[in-house]
């Protein structure tokens, strides 16, 4: 009896240990992702500023 | 280099101005747009109870919020990156300018190369400059905001901004009379000489009689080819020896504030100096305020001081019966010839920095002139020399310009200028004294010409202490 409950302990754990890591995964593959998005989308738009507003004034030589 | 459009006619670099105002805009434009993209995102969520259409809004609501957070982040990033490679930049060319405007000045100093405006004595570090592509003037030409090595005009020309890129072929101008300015005014080695002295004294005369001397004869023994820098200085050449040559005295100078007399002297077929010699009115020396209009005594290598020896009271009383005669030829000056000089101090005091017991490091030539008149010859002429170094008992022989320089000396001496001669040296670190005829006789109407005798030595002296290697066989001959 006691052998049968020692094993559902360590079912729990690991079936906790496996949900925690599954979440950890998900929230790194979230920002990652996120990183990307967010990151690419700020990227894009400063590049797009930078091209907008930064340019030389002078005459054709 | 990029630059931008300024007040100037050159554009400033993009480094010192726009480049800022460019990052501010920038800065405030990325922001909005990532307020704007997550916006969009935001937007795109589907308000539903769809399973689906909620899994949908999941996604585009954390695209949103991720742009919120990552585009902040990169947003901040970015901006930090452009901060410091626009401020990395401005200190390169900070640095770049500094450097090559320092190393341009010391050059310039070593080599003693500024601008002399021939025309208002004005002294500047560099001129203004004219652009060749579109006339604009640009006052700055130096290394400096607007461009290290060179400037941008607005019309799109490059123009070199510092000597060592050829700045001296362009057309220059002086920044305060206005008046064109040849290269060589500029970067030349240059001797400034004024021939000083009361109305009358004959500094004209002297002037071109050592000129027509140096051109014609000694230029050549010295190994220089001498020629006239200008139309205006050939000109007014010309027309005084075409004066003396038919035995007439050169007219009397007029203007108090003169423009310099400019020859040049050549070597080995470059230009070796630029003579600058300045021959004011007489009047100039009775009214300080004119004086303080010669700039040139900022810069000026030497002095001559013509001395009229009948400006002097015991010569007057000693050939009071002869000037009644002849004074309408020989214009006795009637500034007392300690006047020019307290002038001049004065002036030099009041306007160029000279302390109220300071000596004047230049070297001043005191030259008596008139020496053919009467029997003046006896008294400052060679005969006073050849007659002391007749009797010199010293156990050395004498150098016959140090002997004539005693002589003189102890003429005016007798003469009763002892406070002439103790104000000149006492005030004037290196003086000499010299004698000269500047018309080489009397004016007597005839129409013999005038050959001055003796009136080079000064002006070589002079020349020698101004550069004793280049006029080393002169100071040999002026005993220097």
């Given at each position: 009896m006691a052998s049968d409950d020692v094993g559902v302990a360590i079912g729990a754990i690991l079936l906790s240990g496996l949900i925690i890591a599954a979440s950890v995964i998900a929230v790194i593959i979230g920002l990652g992702v996120g990183s990307l998005v967010g990151g690419g989308v700020g990227f894009i738009n400063y590049c797009k500023s930078f091209r907008a507003n930064v340019r030389r004034e002078r005459p054709g030589v | 280099m990029s630059i931008s459009a300024t007040k100037d006619p050159a554009f400033r670099s993009y480094?010192?101005?726009k480049g800022y105002r460019d990052l501010l805009a920038t800065i405030a434009e990325s922001w909005q747009r990532n307020l704007d993209s997550a916006k969009e995102f935001f937007d795109k969520a589907p308000g539903s109870d769809d399973p689906e259409e909620i899994y949908r809004s999941c996604l585009w609501i954390a695209a949103g919020v991720s742009t919120l957070i990552f585009g902040t982040v990169l947003f901040v990033a970015a901006s930090a990156l452009h901060v410091v490679l626009l401020c990395m930049v401005f200190l390169l060319v900070y640095v770049g300018f500094t450097g090559l405007w320092l190393l341009e000045r010391s050059y310039l100093a070593i080599r003693s190369f500024f601008m002399a405006c021939p025309h208002c004595h004005a002294r500047t570090t560099i001129p203004e400059y004219f652009c060749d592509g579109c006339g604009a003037i640009h006052a700055r030409l130096l290394p400096n905001s607007y461009g290290i090595a060179s400037h941008i005009c607005q019309c799109g020309k490059e123009l070199p901004a510092t000597f060592f890129l050829d700045r001296g072929r362009l057309q220059a101008r002086c920044p305060q009379c206005h008046e064109n300015i040849a290269r060589e005014h500029v970067e030349s080695r240059r001797i400034f000489v004024p021939i000083m002295g009361g109305p009358s004294a004959g500094k004209s005369a002297f002037l071109f009689g050592a000129v027509r001397q140096l051109v014609d004869h000694e230029a050549g023994s010295l190994g220089f080819r001498a020629e006239f820098f200008d139309k205006r200085s050939e000109g007014a050449y010309r027309g005084v020896v075409g004066l003396l040559e038919s035995g007439r005295p050169p007219?009397?100078?007029?203007?108090?504030?003169p423009r310099a007399f400019n020859l040049a002297l050549h070597k080995n077929g470059r230009l070796a100096f630029l003579l600058y010699l300045y021959d004011p009115a007489g009047e100039a020396y009775q009214d300080a305020d004119k004086l303080a209009a010669h700039g040139f005594h900022d810069y000026l290598s030497g002095m001559i001081l013509v001395v009229?020896?009948?400006?002097?009271l015991a010569v007057r009383s000693r050939y009071e019966g002869e000037l009644k005669r002849e004074c309408s030829s020989l214009k006795p000056s009637d500034l007392p010839i300690e006047d020019a000089v307290d002038r001049l101090l004065l002036t030099l005091e009041a306007?160029?920095?000279?302390?109220?017991?300071?000596?004047?490091?230049q070297p001043l030539a005191i030259v008596l002139n008139k020496v053919d008149a009467f029997d003046l010859n006896d008294f400052i002429g060679e005969a006073a020399v050849d007659r002391a170094l007749a009797a010199w008992t010293g156990s050395q022989p004498p150098d016959r310009d140090a002997v004539r320089n005693m002589v003189l000396r102890e003429q005016l001496v007798d003469w009763g200028e002892q406070a002439f001669v103790s104000r000149i040296e006492g005030r004037f670190g290196n003086v000499r004294y010299f004698s000269c005829s500047a018309l080489g006789r009397m004016p007597d109407g005839s129409r013999t010409e005038f050959t001055a005798r003796e009136v080079l030595p000064p002006l070589l002296w002079i020349f020698g202490q101004a550069d004793s290697a280049s006029f080393a066989s002169s100071t040999a001959r002026t005993g220097t």
């Open positions: - | 480094f010192f101005g007219d009397k100078t007029r203007d108090p504030i009229d020896p009948f400006a002097i306007d160029f920095g000279l302390s109220k017991r300071g000596r004047v490091k």
